[in-house]
Structures are given as C-alpha cells and as structure tokens.
C-alpha cells in the first residue's frame, strides 16, 4: 500500500491493480471511497482494461481469432510495480510481457499516475504500445464513493448533477442483460434526487458529459471533471426484493462501453473503441474533487 498527501487529503493506493482504496478528509474526518464490503461488492476503484463492460458472450473476434474477456477486463487483477514516488503523488506501471496473449493478443505498458492538488486528486492513464498491427483497447474508471458520507443522513438526502460538454448533446443509453441500446438522443439533464429505483436496470449511461456531482444538502460529496471522455456509467447495486441500493454510488469515466446488443464480435468494430499504432501512447485523465 503506497501513501500520498498534502494539506487536505490523504490517500491510500494498492498496487493490486493500482486501485485507490482510501481517501481521507483531513479538516472533516470524513472517510469518501467505498470499504470494499464485498456482501455488496469487494472493490473500491478498479481500473477497467482493455475492455468497459461485458462483451457480446464474452467472447471478441480479431480477424477469424475468437478471445474470451470477462467483464471489465483483467488489468484491476494484475500486480503493478512502483514507478516514480513523491509525498503529494504517485505513479504504477505494468508492463504485459507475454502474460496475457491467450486473452488479448497486443503487447503493452500501462502506467497510472496519482497526483493530489489542494481538495483535488487526478488520475491519469498512460498505455504505450510497441506491436506492429492496430492495437485496439477501452480503459474506464470505477471509482466508488460512500453515500451516505455522514452518519444521520439518508440516500435521499443526496443530489446527482451531470454537465454536458459544450460540443455536443448528451445521449442516454440503458443496458440490458449487460448489453448497451441507446435510450435517448438529445436529453435533458436535470439534476436528480438519489433514489435507489434509479439502479433497477443497472448503470445510467451517458456520452458527451464534463461534470458530474454527488452532493448532499449539508454541502459535502465530489465532483469529477471527465472533460473529453466519451462515455460516464453511473451504479449502484440494487436489491430487487428489497427496493434498496447499497450504500455507495459508482461514477465511472470510461473511454469505451460495453457491446451494443446487435455488436458483430469484431473488436474492430466495437462501439466506443480505442485504438493505437506502433510506438504511439494514449493518455487521458479525470479529476475528482473532495468537498
């Protein structure tokens, strides 16, 4: 476990799957990741690679060659190694190495980077690649955040804000059986009163989104910037007999989604695909605010 801080955060990072697995409030006390309950769900931030969701049978086609990928991917399960260090950041890198051809057949460098700035902490993803062909990939984040933050409050209490980028509409979009369709063009995004109906189906999935906001009435919660990030997921396991969701929200960054309903099976043609050609680097990164 690696430890980075400065006046106001203090956070606490794994490196099983370079996974943030606290974040303290130093001023409030107040504790905002996810324990990792697993009777809900064992993880607190897992980072999604080289797929976003569920594949179509779990299976993906490159050329004739079919792979099998569970959901999510496999990079949240591998163990990094420690890459650069300093009080107030941190940085993992994994390199594959052959590791994991049967399942994904492109080799490549993964680095993630912690950064703390005053109330603010940014992720950001590095993946280099050195094969020959088109490497075709998604990375999406998983952060998962207490709700409620403090004792005497109640999910209701909370109020969900999306901003859409300046650029273009947002679109809705609703997964069945673990497979994406899209819901709505054009929506309009009013800010939502947290409701556990509102994970019957899954994950709310929203593209062109450059803020969302989980805050409480007393004025305390996050606010993530995924500027230029194709896609946001937003989830909360939900107890159908009960009525109930668990007491912690998801708000997911994600370059890529899970397959559309009629998806081919050729990861080429994925939705939401990423791609890379030899010696290139993707980069990206989001910013989370504690308040």
Request: negative net charge; proline residues 4%.
């Amino acid at each position: 476990m690696r430890t980075i801080e400065n006046d106001q955060l203090l956070v606490q990072i794994t490196e099983r799957g370079a996974e943030v697995r606290e974040v303290l409030h130093k001023e409030s006390g107040r504790h905002y990741m996810w324990s990792g309950d697993p009777n809900y769900w064992g993880r607190v931030s897992p980072v999604l690679f080289p797929i976003v969701g569920r594949l179509k049978d779990d299976q993906y086609k490159i050329g004739a060659q079919i792979y099998e990928l569970t959901q999510h991917g496999f990079l949240r399960d591998v163990d990094f190694d420690l890459f650069e260090e300093a009080k107030d950041k941190v940085a993992f890198q994994y390199q594959s190495n052959g590791r994991h051809v049967e399942q994904y057949p492109y080799e490549f460098t993964a680095r993630i980077r912690y950064a703390l700035s005053e109330n603010g902490l940014t992720i950001s993803w590095e993946i280099d690649y050195d094969g020959e062909d088109t490497m075709y990939f998604s990375i999406g984040g998983h952060p998962a955040f207490k709700v409620p933050l403090v004792e005497g409050e109640q999910t209701k209490d909370y109020t969900l804000t999306l901003t859409a980028s300046d650029e273009h509409q947002p679109v809705q979009y609703e997964l069945r059986n673990s497979l994406v369709r899209e819901k709505e063009k054009d929506v309009q995004l009013e800010p939502i009163q947290l409701r556990p109906e509102f994970f019957q189906d899954d994950a709310m999935i929203f593209s062109h989104i450059n803020r969302v906001s989980l805050f409480s009435q007393a004025g305390h919660g996050v606010e993530i910037d995924l500027t230029g990030f194709p896609f946001v997921g937003i989830w909360s396991p939900y107890n159908q007999e009960k009525g109930t969701m668990a007491p912690f929200v998801c708000i997911e960054p994600w370059y890529g989604i899970a397959d559309m309903e009629g998806a081919s099976g050729q990861y080429k043609e994925k939705f939401g695909i990423q791609t890379l050609e030899k010696n290139e680097t993707f980069r990206a990164d989001y910013t989370i605010f504690f308040k």
